[in-house]
């Protein structure tokens, strides 16, 4: 599967982006997805999963209350709301796809990676 993130841009702190995650193929529900992101001098770091039927989600704790993950398997779309945006939250947002169906915060278990869009946050 191909991933191609978009969304991405400069906001000021407070504000909100959705990013989007496109998928090519027509198995995109078989794959649990994942957003991370990877600030400058960082280690990229887990920020959000969803199951294969959205029946799961989990979050990295800074983003909880903030961030909602959520798909639409007729689009083959993965998507990151990201409200209340803080300068911390400024990185490279990639999605990631996992064949297999357990959620994971692990990046080492995910298969397929798109290319990442830049999130700037100004405060």
């Known amino acids: 599967v191909q991933l191609q993130a978009s969304g991405g841009g400069l906001v000021q702190a407070g504000g909100s982006l959705r990013l989007s995650c496109a998928a090519s193929g027509r198995t995109f529900s078989s794959y649990v997805m994942g957003w991370f992101r990877q600030a400058p001098g960082k280690e990229r770091e887990f920020v959000a999963v969803i199951s294969r039927r959205s029946g799961s989600t989990n979050y990295e704790d800074s983003v909880k209350g903030r961030f909602t993950i959520s798909r639409d398997n007729a689009k083959n779309t993965v998507y990151l709301q990201m409200n209340s945006l803080k300068p911390e939250d400024t990185a490279v947002y990639s999605c990631?796809?996992?064949?297999?169906?357990?959620?994971?915060?692990?990046?080492?278990?995910?298969?397929?990676w798109g290319q990442g869009t830049q999130v700037t946050v100004s405060s």
């Open positions: 990631a796809a996992k064949n297999s169906p357990l959620i994971s915060r692990w990046d080492s278990e995910y298969d397929y």
